[in-house]
Structures are given as structure tokens and as C-alpha cells.
């Protein structure tokens, strides 16, 4: 299996703008997560969905933000308008089983600058 | 709330030596403790998990020792290598919520050569 595959991998956009952050979890894996990486704040979950539907969306700073699993093989996270304060690493994760304690694992990451 | 902090910041040590960072946590309902290895442009990976019905856990260079009492754990990297550079995290998860992972701050690591 190729992993846990986000694109674009690096995405520089302009204030305003919409961006639309993809990800392709592993076959078989039912968990899927969107976590945001700064300096500031760290790794901190965004939303995660169990067999495609959305669990818990707290961590998802404002309604700017939202989220979609159409199916069990592609995720979305979109940002619009977008601000400079989203600059940061997002990464995607998948995990088989909704429980248990079977290994997260992660996407290399989409780079996101907002200027 | 910082459901778990992690110390050091950062941490140089020579080649040979004993890389230790520690954890502290919050939340009772953690059942679940790992820790992640991040290398630059990468996405972080699991090294080493811990249970708290165990007081350690070694996997090859890789320890993990665990208080439940004190609601501390910490890994110790021995013999560290150039090639162990990276950020550390600990983590912690719980039942219930597919095992969602709540981060400590990480820890930069440089081991010299």
C-alpha cells in the first residue's frame, strides 16, 4: 500500500482565497483524521469521521473550515475564505478499526502558506 | 487546556549518549500512550506505545517508562545516533473516540556525531 497520500503537498494561496486540502486514506482503514501542525499551537485535531461519517468536529477553529468523506477512499478539508493565520501543516491520518488500538497513520502533509 | 505537556523544547546530545524527554498528563481516561518520530517534510510515524498496566516498555535503542501514579512517562533513546535528529512527540488517546491522538509539544532532538 502506498500510505496515507495528500495533495497537494505544498499550496501558497492569496487572502480570500479557497483552498481545498485532499486526502486518499489506506484501503481498509475506517478512521480518518485532519490535524494541523504550527508552531504555536502543535499538532491539534481538526475533525475526524468513523466509516466516512464526522465524529467530532470541535477542533475546527471557525466556520471557515469544513470537511467531507464522500466515500471510503477520499477526504477534503476546505478553508474559504482563506487567512493568513491558516498557514501551517495539515496532515491527514487513518487508522483501521474505530477502536482497538491499531497504529494511526499519517500523510506526509500539505504545506499551506496564505499570503 | 494541554492535556499533556512535553519537556525539553529541545535537546542536543553527543553520539552515544542518552536522549531522555518526558510527558505528563491530564486526562484519567487516557489508556493509551505512544510516541512519534517526525523527520523534516515528513508526517509523523509511531515508534514505541506504551499501556499504563506496564511500568516500561523497550523496543531495540527505544524505552518508554511509565508512572501511573504520577501521570508521567518519558522515552529514553539509548545509544543515540545522528540518524535518531528528528521531533519527538508523546501522545495520548482513550476509548471511545477512535483513538484520537492528543499531542505534547514535541521535542526537537540533534544528536551529534
Known amino acids: 500500500d502506498a500510505g496515507v497520500i495528500q495533495s497537494p503537498r505544498h499550496e501558497v494561496t492569496e487572502m480570500g482565497q479557497e483552498v481545498t486540502l485532499r486526502c486518499k486514506p489506506i484501503?481498509?482503514?475506517?478512521?480518518l483524521f485532519w490535524y494541523r501542525q504550527t508552531m504555536m499551537r502543535g499538532l491539534e485535531l481538526l475533525i475526524y469521521?468513523?466509516?466516512?461519517?464526522?465524529?467530532?468536529d470541535s477542533g475546527m477553529p471557525e466556520d471557515r473550515f469544513s470537511a467531507k468523506m464522500p466515500n471510503a477512499s477520499f477526504s477534503t478539508l476546505k478553508i474559504q475564505p482563506s487567512e493568513p493565520r491558516d498557514s501551517a501543516v495539515y496532515f491527514c491520518?487513518?487508522?483501521?478499526?474505530?477502536?482497538?488500538?491499531?497504529?494511526?497513520?499519517f500523510g506526509q502533509g500539505t504545506r499551506l502558506t496564505v499570503v | 487546556q494541554q492535556q499533556v505537556k512535553q519537556s525539553p523544547q529541545s535537546l542536543i546530545v553527543q553520539k552515544g549518549g542518552i536522549s531522555i524527554i518526558n510527558c505528563a498528563y491530564e486526562?484519567?481516561?487516557?489508556?493509551?500512550f505512544p510516541w512519534y518520530q517526525q523527520f523534516p517534510g515528513k508526517g509523523p510515524a509511531l515508534l514505541i506505545a506504551?499501556?499504563?498496566?506496564?511500568s516500561e516498555k523497550k523496543e531495540g535503542r527505544f524505552t518508554i517508562s511509565f508512572n501511573k501514579s504520577a501521570k508521567q512517562f518519558s522515552l529514553h533513546i539509548m545509544d543515540s545516533q545522528p540518524g535518531d535528529s528528528a521531533t519527538y512527540f508523546c501522545?495520548?488517546?482513550?476509548?471511545?473516540?477512535?483513538?484520537?491522538?492528543?499531542f505534547g509539544s514535541g521535542t526537537q532532538l540533534t544528536v551529534l556525531p
Open positions: 506504551i499501556r499504563p498496566d506496564v
Open positions: 501522545a495520548a488517546t482513550r476509548s471511545g473516540s477512535a483513538r484520537q491522538l492528543t
Open positions: 491520518a487513518s487508522r483501521q478499526g474505530t477502536g482497538g488500538l491499531g497504529e494511526a497513520f
Open positions: 484501503s481498509g482503514h475506517n478512521s
Open positions: 486526562n484519567t481516561a487516557f489508556d493509551y
Open positions: 469521521f468513523n466509516n466516512n461519517v464526522p465524529i467530532d
